[in-house]
């Protein structure tokens, strides 16, 4: 039988040997999939660098095999990794990403699990209709969050506002384009009014797929940017909030991803 290799991930079922992972971890970022297979994972094997997409297969501690997988930036890129994430297998994804706190009480640094999106995405309307639940899987979720709770890392648990653009789209103003829509003018604090923790870029599509597709879903992100205060990214923050959120996501599916 020829292996199928996927077009963009750059690698197929055979590839991922006689006890395949069903989990992936996946990071937008290919220098934190790297980070996370390098730093906390065993026998690292690099499944692909196909168009930057890169993917490693690893294990656990207690000998799990796992995927640390690259998204790339934005949902359009995020929908094809996972659509072929899961024609090879994977059933529980976990998004380790970056966000922007748009609530005052949360700060740089910490970690926000979301249990659910506001998802103003155009690839997930090719995936379903806008009005379709943008949800996180409650058990993944839960398991998130003991694992922040055991850690210690402060963290939330709340509606992230999931969207397609890092400046018009979160009305950043300090940027090449300041004079945004009318329809985005003070959509930070209408989001803010909602109870809504954060914004990022991939979740929302994320979640309506896991729907969809019928697999589990979760997102937990550190938090790198206080929209509050002020539009940029704290750099010097970054580096522990990507870190206990990585964390967080290995400890979760240490210790409860048997129950799920």
Do not use: W
């Amino acid at each position: 039988m020829t292996n199928k290799r996927l077009y963009h991930i750059g690698f197929g079922q055979e590839d991922l040997g006689t006890s395949p992972p069903t989990i992936a971890l996946l990071s937008g970022d290919r220098d934190r999939a790297r980070l996370i297979a390098q730093n906390y994972l065993q026998d690292v094997r690099l499944l692909s660098e196909n168009r930057g997409l890169d993917s490693y297969l690893g294990y656990l501690p207690n000998n799990r095999p796992i995927l640390s997988a690259t998204s790339g930036m934005g949902a359009p890129s995020l929908s094809i990794v996972v659509n072929e994430l899961v024609q090879v297998g994977i059933r529980q994804i976990i998004r380790i990403g970056t966000c922007g706190s748009i609530q005052p009480h949360i700060p740089v640094g910490s970690i926000v699990i979301s249990s659910a999106a506001l998802c103003r995405q155009g690839a997930a309307n090719d995936i379903a209709p806008v009005e379709y639940p943008a949800a996180a899987d409650p058990f993944l979720t839960v398991a998130l969050v003991k694992a922040a709770q055991e850690l210690g890392f402060e963290h939330y648990l709340g509606i992230t506002a999931s969207v397609d653009t890092f400046y018009e789209g979160q009305e950043r103003t300090n940027s090449a384009n300041p004079d945004l829509r009318r329809s985005l003018r003070g959509i930070t604090e209408e989001y803010r009014r909602l109870n809504i923790l954060n914004y990022e870029m991939e979740c929302g599509t994320l979640f309506k797929m896991a729907g969809v597709y019928k697999f589990a879903a979760a997102a937990v992100c550190g938090v790198v940017a206080q929209r509050t205060v002020d539009e940029k990214v704290v750099l010097e923050q970054k580096e522990v909030a990507v870190k206990n959120a990585i964390t967080t996501a290995i400890h979760a599916v240490m210790n409860y991803f048997p129950s799920l």
